[in-house]
């Protein structure tokens, strides 16, 4: 422990640890033991695998789910003289190459990744290279919660710790309820003496909560704190667009805010990070993409958390609902998916079956968006045993020479591999020392395994010879006991896993009442969120005295209510321009406003119909359209006209907004009128 706090010294400038850093870094030091961390945002969770990654003989790889985080905690160690990087999408692929060449030869000490890196070939070859001293999960209770947002490859970190025989791990997470601690305590093999917890509660944070009936009521709410602000502030969204709504009601009221979203490519996210780092008093307008967490010194006037409520007409509520109910498909979509996952044939790889599906063409055929198909994929692995997950591989690879000199070196490579690569890849015409290659081509007729060919790929990348761009991705899969053959028996799996699937939205459906729960209620809002996260007494004598229910003495006043009966006119309506009648759940998510593979391919989210029963009871919506379909017994029908090409596509982010809320806004003050006159609004969009 002595390099340590000579390190701490050193490197970081501290004098002494805070909370139990000490205790965790001696047990990943001297113990040798992996260990959890529950510290509240702020509270040094980062130090405690930043400092042993400098002790420790190795590479220290850390997984974390958003790209601004990781480039904040690289840029602060860069500057303290660490070595660290970080490996993603807003690297190009010259950068991208360095950073691979600086793991391989031992020059990175951290390595900053997203969870998703586990699936490249490309970089688990890599990882086989070298010394996991430490392993770092950040959010780790993504491992957890199978939410609406959820991330199946996180699901993939344990297996990989244990077939990398990885030195020790350590987890770290704000956000953990006692049974997710539990769930990635058993996961990872952490003992009770592993786990170090603080308080969830935190003095200095005041919550508040408003209501607001409109984006404009809300920005006017805010107003008076942004312009009395100390320090930064950051205005989270839920959409993307909104973003930039906000942005703008800013910029009328004579404040500058950036905008910062998973759409913007990766310099102006770069940007507005670096720009924000570098102000005193910067605005971003953000998505969750900005990350919780970045180093960035607080207002000297204790922060507020505020939160804004909009009655369920609005967008808010309808949107959360979408987050939550987009991920489930129709029984019968999972059913026809489970009979093509049954029937496939699997082939042999060093002894093992094992099978392969290409979840991009899926998600087409059955109507399933690509993360419910993940996440069925991890229930047939994790509830059923059927499958276990390999590394996913890319068929295709686009190979680039670096300059001509390298180009002639993978030209002249003689060894069988690099003859079969170049036997079957087709040279790209328009660019010098360019070609494309199929590699399941190529290994099937040169007889040479496919991991070969990219193993080769691979050395000619982390060589400097080329830059490669993979490209479609199969998913792999180790048959560990054989799927059921006879119909009734796939028909009773799929049934299992489509009720499962249920029980998870309405549970997300509940999370959303418990958080209105939560903004409404009479109870202290830092007692309530505490008591959550399993801190009873954390509060003193219960009262926080500085949220909105101490300083009032009341809860806040909001009713949210949703209509019980879809307009018939509406549901009419949908079902002339949607001929589908063998999925009333598609219908729904028509009314609704969520979208779906199926409906954007048909071109029905360009339809002003798409969204327009946002204010109606979901489950209504269903009962209504089953209805319906049920007469003509689920049999698809003609389409009668198609939505003009002059129309707007509109997908789940853009709905609600802009004219199309307007329209929808008028529709809806115009129900009490007569069909005809209903009929006369919506007919004239055609």
């Not at 001509?404 to 069988?416: A, C, F, I, S």
């Not at 229910?549 to 009419?572: E, I, K, R």
Request: proline residues 5%; neutral net charge; contains cysteine.
């Amino acid at each position: 422990m002595e390099q340590a706090k000579q390190v701490l010294h050193e490197t970081f400038g501290l004098s002494s640890y805070r909370l139990s850093q000490e205790a965790v870094i001696r047990r990943l030091l001297l113990d040798e033991e992996n260990a959890l961390v529950l510290y509240p945002t702020g509270g040094g969770k980062s130090l405690t695998y930043q400092l042993p990654a400098l002790c420790l003989e190795g590479l220290t790889l850390v997984i974390s789910p958003l790209i601004s985080l990781m480039k904040d905690q690289t840029d602060r160690l860069r500057k303290l003289g660490v070595e660290a990087d970080n490996l993603d999408s807003t690297l190009t692929p010259e950068q991208a190459i360095e950073v691979k060449q600086r793991v391989e030869n031992g020059t990175t000490k951290l390595l900053y990744v997203a969870p998703e890196r586990l699936n490249n070939e490309g970089f688990m070859e890599l990882m086989t290279r070298v010394k996991i001293a430490l392993l770092a999960v950040d959010e780790s209770h993504c491992i957890a919660q199978w939410g609406a947002t959820f991330r199946p490859d996180y699901l993939k970190i344990a297996r990989f710790a244990e077939e990398l025989d990885v030195g020790r791990v350590l987890c770290l997470t704000a956000t953990a309820t006692i049974s997710d601690a539990e769930d990635i305590c058993t996961k990872f093999h952490i003992a009770p003496a592993g786990v170090f917890r603080t308080p969830f509660y935190r003095s200095n944070l005041a919550f508040k909560v408003e209501v607001a009936n409109s984006l404009e009521a809300k920005i006017a709410k805010i107003l008076p704190l942004l312009e009395a602000r100390t320090g930064p502030a950051i205005i989270y969204v839920t959409l993307k667009k909104q973003t930039d709504e906000v942005a703008d009601l800013l910029s009328e009221s004579g404040l500058q805010a950036w905008t910062y979203h998973a759409g913007m490519n990766r310099d102006e996210r770069g940007n507005v990070q670096d720009k924000f780092m570098a102000s005193e008093k910067g605005i971003v307008c953000a998505t969750i993409a900005f990350g919780m967490g970045i180093d960035k010194g607080l207002p000297s006037l204790p922060p507020e958390v505020v939160g804004k409520l909009q009655p369920r007409s609005c967008d808010d509520i309808p949107t959360l609902e979408g987050f939550a109910r987009g991920e489930t498909c129709s029984e019968s979509s999972l059913q026809s998916w489970m009979r093509e996952v049954a029937a496939k044939a699997p082939v042999i790889e060093g002894g093992q079956e094992i099978i392969e599906f290409n979840l991009y063409r899926q998600a087409k055929d059955y109507d399933i968006r690509p993360t419910a198909l993940s996440v069925l994929y991890a229930q047939l692995e994790l509830d059923y045993k059927h499958i276990r997950a390999t590394t996913p591989f890319y068929s295709n690879y686009d190979l680039t020479g670096t300059n001509e000199q390298n180009w002639l070196r993978v030209l002249n490579d003689g060894t069988p591999v690099a003859q079969a690569i170049r036997n079957y890849w087709k040279l790209r015409p328009i660019k010098d020392w360019s070609a494309t290659l199929d590699v399941v081509v190529a290994s099937q007729y040169s007889n040479i395994e496919r991991s070969m060919l990219a193993k080769k790929i691979v050395d000619w990348e982390l060589a400097g010879l080329i830059i490669t761009k993979p490209s479609q991705v199969r998913y792999r899969y180790q048959v560990v006991e054989p799927l059921p053959k006879d119909p009734t028996n796939i028909g009773n799996l799929a049934n299992l896993m489509h009720q499962r699937m249920l029980e998870r939205e309405d549970k997300e459906i509940k999370k959303i009442k418990k958080v209105i729960d939560f903004a409404t209620g009479r109870q202290c809002l830092a007692a309530a969120l505490a008591l959550y996260y399993g801190d009873d007494n954390a509060v003193p004598g219960g009262a926080c005295g500085i949220c909105t229910v101490c300083l009032s003495g009341s809860a806040v006043a909001f009713y949210p209510t949703a209509d019980a009966v879809p307009d018939p006119f509406l549901v009419q309506t949908i079902l002339e321009v949607c001929h589908v009648r063998d999925d009333p759940r598609l219908l729904a998510r028509m009314a609704f406003g969520i979208t779906s593979p199926r409906l954007t391919d048909n071109g029905w989210t360009k339809n002003h119909l798409f969204g327009c029963m946002p204010s109606v009871d979901f489950n209504a919506l269903v009962l209504a359209f089953d209805s319906e379909c049920k007469k003509v017994g689920y049999q698809n029908a003609e389409p009668t006209w198609s939505p003009p090409e002059t129309s707007r596509k509109r997908t789940y982010d853009q709905a609600n907004s802009g004219s199309s809320y307007s329209q929808r806004a008028q529709y809806r003050g115009n129900r009490g009128t007569n069909k005809r006159a209903r009929g006369s609004y919506y007919y004239s969009r055609r």
